[in-house]
Every structure is written in structure tokens, then in C-alpha cells.
């Protein structure tokens, strides 16, 4: 099966450069995450500042798009969690990067949607 990054687009001039986004959106989880360990009441208040942030910092590149964050946050039991998305648009234009991210106690899933203007 083949791994995410196979289907990311190229940092090609026009197109969504998910190899960029990435890096917003690690920085966007470690700014608000950080070291901190799994904290129920912490999750609402993460979840909304790594969604705010990534956003933030996604218009701030200036580029012609339309973006969607979505933010899962799951403490570390042992239990599955799977996620999939599907979208119908532009492949030219359009893309989606998303990161897994974890620390000792918990597991942190952000998936960016960008749709060209």
C-alpha cells in the first residue's frame, strides 16, 4: 500500500506544496502541544489552537487558496484509531497534507485541505 507522501503534490509554482504545510502544521502542534502530556481538560483548548495556528499561518503564505483544518487528539490507551478522507477537486491545483504526531502520551492527527480560488 502505498504511503501518504506518494500522493503529495509537487512544490511546483501554482500548486498546493504539502512539503510546506507539513512544516506549519508540526510547528502549529509543538507551539501549543508541546511537551505537555495528555490532559482531558487541555484537549479543547489544543485542539482549537493547533486548528487557529495552522490556519493562521497558512493565509499568511499568501497563496490563492481555501483551506480546512481538522484536529484529532487521543491519549495513548493501547485503542486503534483510523482515519480516511476523500476528496473530489483539481489534483493540479488542489492537495491536502496530513501529519501524525505523537509524544509519550498521546497521539495528535491534523489534516489540511486546500482548495484553489
Request: with cysteine.
Amino acid at each position: 500500500m502505498p504511503e501518504m507522501e506518494d500522493y503529495h503534490s509537487s512544490s511546483n509554482e501554482g500548486t498546493f506544496n504539502s512539503d510546506e504545510a507539513d512544516g506549519i502544521i508540526k510547528e502549529s502542534i509543538e507551539s501549543v502541544v508541546g511537551a505537555d502530556d495528555y490532559s482531558q481538560n487541555q484537549v479543547n483548548k489544543w485542539t482549537a489552537g493547533i486548528v487557529e495556528r495552522c490556519l493562521t499561518q497558512l493565509v499568511k503564505l499568501g497563496k490563492a487558496y481555501k483551506y480546512m483544518v481538522t484536529c484529532a487528539v487521543m491519549q495513548k490507551t493501547g485503542a486503534g484509531l483510523h482515519t480516511a478522507n476523500s476528496c473530489y477537486w483539481d489534483t493540479a491545483m488542489d492537495g491536502s497534507s496530513t501529519v501524525r504526531w505523537e509524544n509519550r502520551t498521546m497521539f495528535c492527527v491534523v489534516t489540511v485541505f486546500a482548495v484553489a480560488v
